[in-house]
C-alpha cells in the first residue's frame, strides 16, 4: 500500500486512501478484543468454564471479565436444554451453539477459546472434533456423564475412537461426570488415555466427597477440576459445604494446587436476571471464596431473613493462587 501511495500523482488521492485504510483498520479492532483494560497489578485470570448461547452476549461477557480482571474465558459448546432449562430432556441445537462460540473465540481472538461439545449420537464424532479444531477451537467437551445427558457409558467404545484422537493430537478434553453414578467408566477411560488432558468441572462432582477428589488426583495425574458450581442453587450450597468443612478443603486446595482450575459457569444468556451486575457479583463470589478469609456474597442468603450471610474463605496463598488462576491452565496448552 505504501508503494502505491507514493507514486500516486494526485495528493488528494493518496490523503483518501490513507483515510481508508485507518477507517478499515479501525473497524478490523473488535471492541474489547485485547487485555489493555486489565489490572497488571492484579492476578493474571483464566476462567476455564463458560457456556454462552450467541455473539450477542460477547459484549457483556467482555465488560464482566474486565471488571473482575479475567483476561481470556474457555467458552464450551451447550445444548439448548441446558443454555435454557426448563426440565425437558434432550440435547439440541449443539451444533449451533458450536458454532456460536467458534465465531465468538475467532473475532475475539486475545479473550476467549472454544470447546465444542460432541452429540453422544454423532456418528462420526472424530470428524466432528477435527472440523472443530480446524475452525479454531481449542479443547472439546462431552456430557455424556451428565445423568441428564446420559446416553451410554463413558468407556463404551462408540467414544473411545475420540478420545484416542484427542490423546495423540494433545487436544484437551473437558468431561462432565456424576461420580456418584460413572466414576468406574471415568477411571477406565483415565486409565485407558494417560497422557489425555482432562478437566472435569464442578469439583468433578466430588465435593460432597473430597477424599474422593483427593484418591482421584493421586491416580490420575492427566486430571484436573474446575472449581465451579453451576446453577445458583448448586453455587449456595456448594459455597456452604466449603465454609462448614473449611479446613477440609485448605487441606486439599492447598496440597493439590496444581490441579485446580477457576471456572464459573454462570450461563450467560439474554435472561433479564443476567445482566453485568449479576455476572459480576457470581464472578467475584468465586474469587473471594478463593482468596479471602471471611467473604458474603448475595448468592448466600439467610433463608428466614434474608441477610447475607458470613462465610469461610479459603485465603489461599499467593502462589497457589497463581496456579488455580492461570498457571495450570497454561501448563495444559504448552503440552
Not at 97 to 113: C, P, T, V, W
Given at each position: 500500500?505504501?508503494?502505491?501511495?507514493?507514486f500516486?500523482?494526485k495528493?488528494?488521492?493518496?490523503?483518501?486512501?490513507?483515510?481508508?485504510?485507518?477507517?478499515?483498520?479501525?473497524?478490523?479492532?473488535?471492541?474489547?478484543?485485547?487485555?489493555?483494560?486489565?489490572?497488571?497489578?492484579?492476578?493474571?485470570?483464566?476462567?476455564?468454564?463458560?457456556?454462552?448461547?450467541?455473539?450477542?452476549?460477547?459484549?457483556?461477557?467482555?465488560?464482566?471479565?474486565?471488571?473482575?480482571?479475567?483476561?481470556?474465558?474457555?467458552?464450551?459448546?451447550s445444548?439448548?436444554?441446558?443454555?435454557?432449562?426448563?426440565?425437558?430432556?434432550?440435547?439440541?441445537?449443539?451444533?449451533?451453539?458450536?458454532?456460536?462460540i467458534?465465531?465468538?473465540?475467532?473475532?475475539?481472538?486475545?479473550?476467549?477459546?472454544?470447546?465444542c461439545?460432541?452429540?453422544?449420537?454423532?456418528?462420526?464424532?472424530?470428524?466432528?472434533?477435527?472440523k472443530?479444531?480446524?475452525?479454531?477451537?481449542?479443547?472439546?467437551?462431552?456430557?455424556?456423564?451428565?445423568?441428564?445427558?446420559?446416553?451410554?457409558?463413558?468407556?463404551?467404545?462408540?467414544?473411545l475412537?475420540?478420545?484416542?484422537?484427542a490423546?495423540?493430537?494433545g487436544v484437551?478434553?473437558?468431561?462432565?461426570?456424576?461420580?456418584?453414578?460413572?466414576?468406574?467408566?471415568?477411571?477406565?477411560?483415565?486409565?485407558?488415555?494417560?497422557?489425555?488432558?482432562v478437566?472435569?468441572p464442578h469439583?468433578?462432582?466430588?465435593?460432597?466427597?473430597?477424599?474422593?477428589?483427593?484418591?482421584?488426583?493421586?491416580?490420575?495425574?492427566n486430571?484436573?477440576?474446575?472449581i465451579?458450581?453451576?446453577?445458583?442453587?448448586?453455587?449456595?450450597?456448594?459455597?456452604?459445604?466449603i465454609?462448614?468443612?473449611?479446613?477440609?478443603?485448605k487441606?486439599?486446595f492447598?496440597?493439590?494446587?496444581?490441579?485446580?482450575?477457576?471456572?464459573?459457569?454462570?450461563?450467560?444468556?439474554?435472561?433479564?436476571?443476567?445482566?453485568?451486575?449479576w455476572?459480576?457479583?457470581?464472578?467475584r463470589t468465586?474469587?473471594?471464596l478463593?482468596?479471602?478469609?471471611?467473604?458474603?456474597?448475595?448468592?448466600?442468603?439467610?433463608?428466614?431473613?434474608g441477610?447475607?450471610?458470613?462465610?469461610?474463605?479459603?485465603?489461599?496463598?499467593?502462589?497457589?493462587?497463581?496456579?488455580?488462576?492461570?498457571g495450570?491452565w497454561e501448563?495444559i496448552?504448552?503440552?
Amino acid at each position: 500500500m505504501s508503494k502505491k501511495i507514493k507514486f500516486l500523482k494526485k495528493p488528494i488521492l493518496s490523503v483518501a486512501s490513507v483515510a481508508i485504510v485507518a477507517v478499515l483498520a479501525f473497524f478490523a479492532i473488535t471492541p474489547g478484543n485485547n487485555l489493555n483494560s486489565l489490572n497488571d497489578s492484579d492476578y493474571k485470570i483464566i476462567d476455564v468454564h463458560e457456556n454462552i448461547d450467541s455473539m450477542d452476549q460477547a459484549d457483556k461477557l467482555v465488560s464482566v471479565m474486565d471488571a473482575v480482571n479475567i483476561s481470556q474465558t474457555v467458552l464450551v459448546g451447550s445444548p439448548e436444554e441446558l443454555l435454557n432449562y426448563t426440565g425437558e430432556q434432550g440435547f439440541s441445537s449443539i451444533e449451533e451453539n458450536n458454532e456460536e462460540i467458534l465465531s465468538i473465540a475467532n473475532e475475539y481472538d486475545e479473550r476467549f477459546y472454544a470447546f465444542c461439545a460432541i452429540d453422544p449420537d454423532d456418528a462420526d464424532k472424530v470428524a466432528t472434533a477435527k472440523k472443530c479444531i480446524a475452525e479454531g477451537g481449542t479443547g472439546l467437551k462431552l456430557y455424556n456423564g451428565h445423568t441428564f445427558f446420559y446416553e451410554y457409558p463413558l468407556d463404551d467404545d462408540r467414544l473411545l475412537p475420540l478420545y484416542r484422537y484427542a490423546e495423540e493430537e494433545g487436544v484437551p478434553m473437558m468431561i462432565h461426570v456424576n461420580t456418584a453414578y460413572y466414576l468406574d467408566q471415568f477411571e477406565d477411560v483415565l486409565t485407558l488415555y494417560p497422557d489425555l488432558q482432562v478437566v472435569c468441572p464442578h469439583f468433578c462432582l466430588s465435593s460432597k466427597n473430597p477424599a474422593q477428589l483427593a484418591s482421584l488426583f493421586n491416580d490420575f495425574p492427566n486430571l484436573y477440576v474446575d472449581i465451579s458450581f453451576g446453577y445458583q442453587d448448586y453455587l449456595k450450597d456448594g459455597l456452604t459445604r466449603i465454609s462448614e468443612n473449611i479446613d477440609v478443603f485448605k487441606d486439599l486446595f492447598n496440597k493439590y494446587g496444581d490441579r485446580f482450575l477457576f471456572g464459573t459457569v454462570a450461563v450467560v444468556t439474554n435472561d433479564e436476571e443476567k445482566t453485568e451486575e449479576w455476572l459480576e457479583e457470581t464472578y467475584r463470589t468465586y474469587r473471594d471464596l478463593l482468596e479471602k478469609d471471611i467473604y458474603t456474597t448475595a448468592r448466600v442468603t439467610d433463608e428466614e431473613t434474608g441477610e447475607l450471610v458470613l462465610l469461610n474463605g479459603l485465603a489461599l496463598s499467593a502462589d497457589v493462587l497463581e496456579k488455580i488462576y492461570s498457571g495450570n491452565w497454561e501448563g495444559i496448552m504448552t503440552r
